[in-house]
Structures are given as structure tokens and as C-alpha cells.
């Protein structure tokens, strides 16, 4: 896959001072490999070059820097005035098909959840974290509710999480606008509407309500897909999904969208609690006025 994602930013005020940070740096996993990552970004941050050079990958790397969860983040900074500010980020992806969650197979999930209830002396698992309350996707009583809908007793936790993904898909209406980047899962549950983020969030938040663990997912979807396929919703954009762990199987990749398990249309950008940990781009700024936000994120196959 060829992706290119572009971030432009036109201000109607000068901007006299800012101060980025980007999670756009994609990741290599099992199911994917990623070459070729190139960034641009205009105006050229201070300190980094000679304006109008293309940015070599010896300059990115001094300025990435490794979260907790293996995630590459960049920082950057401009002190001269712009009116306008364009990240644009490209990438190859040789993607490989995921294992396919068997409902069949594990443990019940009542089972997981208490292996992941903390005990004294109990060696501290990478899924701990992930269980635990984040700043969108925090549990409730209304949340674990929703989820004993689908996390009926004694079912097996692939099981449950493929039901709680029906459900959500179901449930809750695609509806651009109709949330913020600061929205939480309670929230978007209790409006029963949002976007690929809500619905991530609120498949997270319900998992950790029962004491399971969950993750958010940035990446991307497939732009155009072979012919006969219907396009995936969310393909126009940066997309999200969830990743449900599951002892028997690992990680197992729900995108509650579009009712599917990630495959070969998702690329893999980067994971974390939540949206939170992961947004492609923000920032601190003085000046500016007013920004307009332009997004535009193609993803296409490899030309033989």
C-alpha cells in the first residue's frame, strides 16, 4: 500500500509562535511492514535545515522519540510568523493477513478478567496497562452495562468482544460532526452517534467497565477498493479501531466502523490508551485567529 496523508492548516491571523508534536511516524508488527517513510513539513522547523530541502531521515530521527508503548513521536517548533502550516507524511506498507479471532477458542471472560485484577506479588503483564481508566475511554456503570449485553456469562472473550463490535456497529449512528476530538466514550454512547474515534473509544471503555483490557488504534483504511468491494467508512481520513486482548489469541484487531476484524484494508499507524496517546498532530500556538483544517489521506495499492 502507498499512503499519503496530508495536514494543512491556513490561519487568518499570523501565528507568531508554535509548538508541535506528531504520532505519524507508522510502526512495523507482525502483519506489517513499513518502507520509505518520508515527512515534509512547511514551513521547515527551526533548527532543522535549509528551507526549500526535502528532510532526510538522519534529521527525523534526532527528533523522534519512543513512547511506552513503542509509538515514534516528533516534536517540532516554529518562532517566525506564518499564516500556514502543511505536514505532509508518505509511506509504503506490505501488509500480511492477521489470524482470524475464533470465538471457539480461550478462556470465558469473566476468567481474563480477573487475571488482569491486581494481587500482590503478581508479575505485571503488557496488557495491565490497558485495562486500566485513560482520559477518553474511562469505565462506568452505564458502559458495563452495555457491555454484559454482549459479555454474557461463561462466553468465551473472543467471543464477547466480536458480539460487543455487532453491537456498537449496530447501535450507534456514523455521523461526521456530531462529536469533537475531545469526546469521551460515555458521551458518544449516551448520544448513540459519533465517528470511527467514538466508536473505538466506546468499545474500549466498555471492555475495561468488565475488567478487560483494550487499546485505541490510529492508521488508516484502504481509499479504493477492488472492484465489487464496498468502501469501507472512514477510508478518506485518518481511521481508528480497537484491539481486544485475548490470551489465547493476542491482540485481537475490531474495528466497530465498519463491523469487520482489521485486515488487509488497515494499515497500522500507531496504539495507546486512547485517542489521547496517539493524535497524528497538535499543538500550542500564539496567534493564528481563526484555523482552517484541511485533511486528506490516500491510501492505494502498490502499481505491479
Not at 217 to 239: E, F, I, M, N
Not at 287 to 295: E, F, H, N, Q, S
Request: with cysteine; charged share 20%; glycine share 8%.
Amino acid at each position: 500500500m502507498n499512503v499519503h496523508h496530508v495536514t494543512e492548516y491556513t490561519y487568518d491571523a499570523s501565528v507568531e509562535w508554535a509548538h508541535h508534536a506528531a504520532c505519524l511516524a507508522p510502526r512495523d508488527t507482525p502483519w506489517q511492514r513499513v518502507t520509505g517513510w518520508r515527512l515534509n513539513i512547511d514551513p521547515l522547523p527551526d533548527g532543522w535545515g535549509v528551507e526549500g530541502l526535502e528532510l532526510d531521515e538522519g534529521t527525523l530521527m534526532r527528533h523522534l522519540r519512543r513512547d511506552p508503548w513503542g509509538n515514534r513521536h516528533l516534536s517540532f517548533g516554529h518562532a517566525r510568523v506564518h499564516e500556514r502550516l502543511v505536514v505532509d507524511s508518505r509511506f509504503e506498507a506490505t501488509l500480511t493477513e492477521r489470524p482470524a479471532a475464533d470465538p471457539t477458542r480461550g478462556p470465558a471472560w469473566e476468567a481474563v478478567a480477573a487475571s488482569l485484577r491486581y494481587r500482590a506479588g503478581r508479575a505485571l503483564q503488557e496488557a495491565d496497562e490497558f485495562a486500566l481508566a485513560s482520559t477518553y475511554a474511562a469505565p462506568d456503570d452505564a458502559l458495563a452495562a452495555y457491555a454484559r449485553r454482549a459479555f454474557t456469562p461463561d462466553r468465551t472473550l473472543a467471543a464477547g468482544g466480536l458480539s460487543l463490535m455487532h453491537q456498537i456497529h449496530g447501535e450507534l449512528r456514523y455521523l461526521p460532526h456530531s462529536t469533537t476530538v475531545a469526546t469521551r466514550a460515555a458521551d458518544a454512547l449516551a448520544q448513540r452517534s459519533g465517528v470511527c474515534q467514538d466508536f473505538a473509544h466506546v468499545f474500549i471503555a466498555a471492555c475495561r467497565s468488565l475488567g478487560l483490557a483494550a487499546r485505541y488504534v490510529s492508521g488508516y483504511l484502504l481509499t479504493r477498493p477492488p472492484p465489487g468491494q464496498p468502501k469501507l467508512v472512514g477510508a478518506d481520513a485518518s481511521h481508528a479501531w480497537a484491539e481486544l486482548w485475548c490470551p489465547e489469541q493476542g491482540w485481537l484487531a475490531l474495528d466497530p466502523t465498519n463491523d469487520v476484524c482489521a485486515g488487509l484494508d488497515h494499515v497500522t499507524l500507531a496504539w495507546g490508551r486512547d485517542y489521547a496517546d496517539v493524535a497524528p498532530l497538535r499543538g500550542v500556538l500564539r496567534g493564528g485567529g481563526v484555523a482552517t483544517l484541511r485533511v486528506g489521506v490516500t491510501v492505494e495499492p502498490v502499481a505491479p
